[in-house]
Structure formats: structure tokens, C-alpha cells
């Protein structure tokens, strides 16, 4: 059986800490395929993109290749012009819709087809001639200022200190490179913005997420976003204090996306086992817990929880299991389909991070 993470989300560490050894044990005979594995990449780890990679893989906006058995991310490969729009659209919560387009190279049928559809009909995209978009060639910077200055033209404010390239005086994307470092999206190579070099994959992520944090037209309410991360905590409280995994299953079915919902299951699959086995689960939670806005934008956002613990004790007598568990962390919430919705953490998907990849190179070891 693969272990499972340990300490996936602190918020679910009843379900994710000490009860996997327990889980182990009385489901030793059944192979357990963990849904939250597909959230971690080795190679999106120690890259100067590490965090951005991180947080948009957690919000089903980044995906990943499976290859041998293992999930890769990227960073310095190329991304397609298609690729690019893709993730732009999902990044934004734009729903793809097929519809007419111009271009012969982008046919019903082909994974792009409804995304280059969408993205040319939001006037965001045009073709390399007025029949070819070439969604396989790879985008370069100058071509995703250009999509990027489109599509946030209405939502961002340009309204910085435009940065002097000295490479792009004569390039048609001049304009769009200009209003992009005005924003403060785009970054250069000393005097050089480079912009027929090819994206990578981190760099496209990066502009993408850059960006997208830089709306703030229509914010959402820093009460709400506290009182929204408050009710994450009360009802995550609520369903291991009272055993409830129907609460729970729909609180990660309604509330969350991403990998907290993969993480959802796992937690709810783990008490299903502990409750099937009988076996008395206890969790007390002390301390009055604070939520502290740390980010918000139009479609992201972030609260610090903090001054919360948790002791939580799986079975009786000698052979029980006790941990006890700070659970302070950042909440990373996401706008989606008008609401906002938990789709990760950042202190316990590090750890769990950590916890993964040494198993793996201790496993490689032995």
C-alpha cells in the first residue's frame, strides 16, 4: 500500500496525521490511490517560481504530466500559444464555449478547439496570418504581453513607471510590453525585455498569476474574507467534534475545489475507516483562533488563521495514538462561478511537500 501524505491541510489533521497509520493498518489489503498526489511535482520544488507554481497547481489552474508513475510540472519547458490561453482562461474562471472561429488549424475535435474559440471571441487572441493561429508553436513574451494586456485592460490599473527596454522601440508588441511593466506585471533582463524569446512555463505562470493580483476592481470585503476562513475552521470543527461525514462531505463538495476538495475525500475515506474499525476518535480544540486578511485581488485571496491547537487521540488505552497540533496557517481561497471557495494552504501543503518527497528518497535508498 502507498502511504498516504501526512499533515495534507492542519485544518484536516485528524484525518491526514496520526489516524494514516491507523488507516494503514486496518486497510493494509486494499490498494488506496490518493487523489491528492497529483498536487505534487518534485520539480516545481527549489525553482524561483516554487510559490507561484504552487499556489496555481492547488487551484486546478496549473497542470501537471504524468510519466512513469510520476507528475512533472516543467517549469523551463515550453508552453504553446493554446497551451497559454488554456491556462489564462482557467486561471480567470472564463468558461470555454465552442463557437465559430477563422482558423483552419484549430478544428472541432482538437483539445484547444473551444478554448482558441473563446479566447478569439474576447478579442484577446489573433491569428500568426488571418487562417493560422499555430496553437502548437511556442508563445513568446512579447505574444503573452500582448494577450495579457488585452484581457486586463479593464481590470488593472496601468498607472506605474513605464520601464525603458531598450529592444522592443520598433516591435509591434511595444505598446502592450509598455502598459504590462506599468502595471508592474512584466520584468525585463536588465535593459532588455527580450521579447521574442520563448515563455517558459514558470514565466508564463508567473505573469499569469502577476497579473490576476493586480485586479482590484472589484474586491472582495476583507469581513467577509475573515468570516468566510472563520466558517472554513467552524465547520471543520464541527464535523470531527460530531463524527458528521455527511457535514463533511458536503462541506468539501459545496465549500472547497482543488486540492483541498482531493484532500476532502481522503480525510472523509480515513474516518470512514476509523468509524467501519470502531475505533473511538477524540479531538479537542483550544485557543480563540484569529483571521487576518493577507491578500485579496478580484479573484484571489488569502487569510492568516492563527492561535489555533488541536489534540486529537485515535483509539483507547496503550495502544492509542496522541498528537497534538498547531494549526495556525494561510487559507488560500478562489472566486469561482460568483463564490469563493478553499482551494489550498501554504504551511501544511509545504510540510506535506516535505513529507512526500523524503519518503520517496528514503524509499529510494533502501
Known amino acids: ?93 472564463v468558461k470555454v464555449e465552442a463557437s465559430e472561429n477563422k482558423f483552419e488549424d484549430a478544428k472541432k475535435g482538437d483539445w484547444f478547439y473551444e478554448t482558441v474559440a473563446t479566447a478569439h471571441k474576447l478579442g484577446i487572441v489573433a491569428g500568426k496570418t488571418e487562417t493560422e493561429f499555430a496553437p ?45 511593466s ?44 475573515a468570516k468566510k476562513a472563520e466558517a472554513v475552521v467552524n465547520q471543520l470543527k464541527t464535523v470531527a467534534e460530531s463524527e458528521d461525514l455527511a457535514a463533511g462531505e458536503k462541506f468539501f463538495t459545496e465549500e472547497t475545489m482543488g ?25 479537542t480544540f483550544t485557543g480563540t483562533p484569529k483571521f487576518e486578511v493577507a491578500f485579496a485581488s478580484d479573484r484571489y485571496a488569502s487569510v492568516k488563521v492563527s492561535g489555533l491547537d488541536a489534540e486529537m487521540k485515535i483509539g483507547e488505552g496503550e495502544t492509542a495514538i496522541t498528537q497534538k497540533i498547531n494549526m495556525d496557517d494561510t487559507l488560500k481561497f478562489r472566486h469561482v462561478n460568483g463564490v469563493w471557495k478553499l482551494y489550498g494552504s501554504v504551511d501544511s501543503y509545504q510540510q506535506s511537500a516535505d513529507d512526500l518527497f523524503e519518503e520517496a528518497e528514503v524509499e529510494a535508498a533502501e
Open 259 to 283: 486540492y483541498e476538495a482531493a484532500n476532502g475525500k481522503v480525510m472523509i475515506a480515513m474516518l470512514k475507516a476509523l468509524f467501519e474499525e470502531k475505533l473511538k476518535m477524540e479531538v
Open 136 to 180: 502548437n508553436a511556442s508563445i513568446t513574451r512579447a505574444e503573452v504581453s500582448a494577450i495579457l494586456n488585452r484581457f486586463f485592460e479593464k481590470t488593472i490599473k496601468f498607472d506605474g513607471e513605464t520601464v525603458a527596454f531598450n529592444d522592443i522601440a520598433e516591435h509591434w508588441a511595444k505598446k502592450d510590453i509598455e502598459n504590462m
Open 182 to 225: 506599468k502595471a508592474g506585471v512584466v520584468a525585463g533582463y536588465g535593459k532588455e525585455f527580450k521579447p521574442q524569446n520563448d515563455a517558459t512555463r514558470a514565466e508564463a505562470a508567473s505573469l499569469i498569476q502577476r497579473a490576476l493580483h493586480k485586479e482590484q476592481n472589484t474586491l472582495p470585503e476583507a469581513e467577509m474574507l
Open 1 to 93: 500500500m502507498k502511504k498516504l501524505l501526512l499533515g495534507a491541510t492542519a485544518f484536516a489533521m485528524f484525518a491526514t496525521a496520526a489516524p494514516t497509520a491507523t488507516y494503514a493498518a486496518v486497510k493494509e489489503e486494499e490498494p488506496v490511490t490518493d487523489p491528492r498526489l497529483e498536487y505534487f511535482a518534485k520539480d516545481m520544488m527549489n525553482h524561483w517560481a516554487t510559490p507561484t507554481m504552487i499556489d496555481l497547481v492547488q487551484a486546478d489552474v496549473l497542470k501537471g504530466y504524468e510519466e512513469n508513475g510520476e507528475r512533472f510540472i516543467k517549469p523551463e519547458g515550453k508552453v504553446t500559444r493554446a497551451e497559454f490561453v488554456a491556462i489564462l482562461l482557467r486561471a480567470a474562471d
